[in-house]
Every structure is written in C-alpha cells, then in structure tokens.
C-alpha cells in the first residue's frame, strides 16, 4: 500500500492515466456521488472513469480548440460538446491565456489591414487589426479595439521590432505617422494577400460576417478567439 494514500489499495482492470496513460494505478476513495476515484502512481494525477459533467474530461480543451479554429460559434460549440455556454466561455478566456504569441522572424515582408466588426450592437463598431506575413502567410501579431493610433500601433511596434524589410497598408491616413517611409508602401495590389485573408476569416468566422445576426459580446471573449484561431 503506498504510504501517501493510506486509504487506496491495487486494482487490475484496464484504465489509463489521462495524463501519462501509465496503467500502474490504485483506488484512491470515492467522490461524493458515490464514483470510484482512481490515482496514478507514476504522476499523481487523480481522476475518475464516468465524469457526469462533460467540461471535466481530459479532452474538453483540445475540442474547443478544433471547434473554435473550424469556425463553430459559441453556443454551437457548447452544443456539440454538451456544456453550458458559461463553462465554454470561461475555458476559452483561460486557453487563449495560455497561447503565446509566436516569435517573428527578423527581416521579413509584412502586409497589414484592418476589419470591421461590432460587440454587442451595431453601433458599437470595433476593428480587428492585424500584420500577415508575407512568404509564410501567417499572422503575426493583431489588435482589436477603435480605429485609432493607439490600436494600431501596437501591431505596427511589434513589425519594427523585427526589422520589417517592407510593410504593406492601404492608404489610411495614420498608417503614415507610424510607419517610416523607408519602408512603408501603399502601392495598388499591394495588400491583395490580406484583403484576401480578409475574404476567408469573413468566410470561416460569421460573427466576423458583414451582414449576420451573429456577433461577439464581449472584446474579451474576441480577442480569446483571435488568439486561439490565429496562434493555436
């Protein structure tokens, strides 16, 4: 009997640890419903085989993660995985938490736009501002908030950082005081990779459509989505 659960004893059937898939565990008591709780003596995880709450299981993050990047919505999301919306939401907000921003290679081309969309009600109008990659075709860094300086330029800093060879825009006015000249360029047909990556995030995402009854709620929960889709 192990010394550090006193209360467990050996058993032979065949579970796997969730977290190390070892086969080397031992009952460790019963929950409060009365359910066999088991314990893994190679990592110390504990757990249970019949969770009555589907957001329990080990897999519940790695769902949302497919679900969120295949373009499911909030509630259709809790649908196909049988939790509540809350729950959802709450696990979202901690999983994009976890996901780093990738590191940007030094001297690369970069095209940069914007989209717009709402929170809430339309009136609330909010943009979603982001830096493509040119060779690699992948988003290195974006912002959501009011088309202004402030929510631009925490896209543009992190282009600088990397040394940026040339950084594509469309001809909006405040590119031109965040950019230097030597390497800003406004060229027609320059920014045709992002607009088309504009097309498909419309496509994929409905709450990024231009006309849907779909929309974000909260600029939390928007940007939690962004970083899943994006970096995930």
């Known amino acids: 009997m192990d010394q550090n659960h006193p209360s467990c004893s050996r058993f032979g059937v065949s579970h796997l640890c969730p977290v190390c ?15 066999q709780r088991y314990c ?39 649908r196909v995985l049988k939790i509540s919306v809350t729950t959802l939401l709450k696990r979202i907000v901690v999983i994009a938490e976890s996901i780093q921003q990738p590191p940007i290679a030094m001297g690369k081309t970069y095209e940069v736009d914007e989209m717009r969309t709402y929170i809430g009600k339309k009136s609330m109008l909010r943009w979603i501002v982001y830096a493509f990659e040119r060779e690699t075709k ?39 005081y965040l950019i230097s000249k030597k390497h800003h360029n406004t060229n027609i047909h320059s920014t045709n990779h992002i607009e088309r990556k504009n097309l498909s995030l419309r496509t994929h995402l409905e709450r990024l459509n231009r006309k849907t009854i779909c929309f ?17």
Request: aromatic share 8%; with cysteine; charged share 25%.
């Open 216 to 232: 974000t709620r909260s600029l939390v929960v928007l940007m939690a989505i962004g970083r899943i889709y994006f970096w995930s």
């Open 21 to 35: 898939h070892s086969e080397n565990l031992i009952k460790s008591g019963k929950t409060g419903t009365g359910k």
């Open 138 to 176: 992948t988003v290195v860094s974006f912002n959501v908030g009011r088309r202004t300086n402030k929510t631009l330029k925490h896209v543009i800093r992190s282009l600088e950082l990397s040394n940026a060879r040339r950084i594509y825009t469309d001809k909006l006015k405040n590119y031109r």
């Open 40 to 78: 893994c003596k190679e990592c110390g995880k504990r757990f249970i085989t019949d969770y009555t709450y589907q957001a329990c299981q080990t897999n519940t993050n790695r769902q949302i993660i497919v679900l969120t990047k295949e373009g499911l919505g909030i509630r259709s999301t809790a």
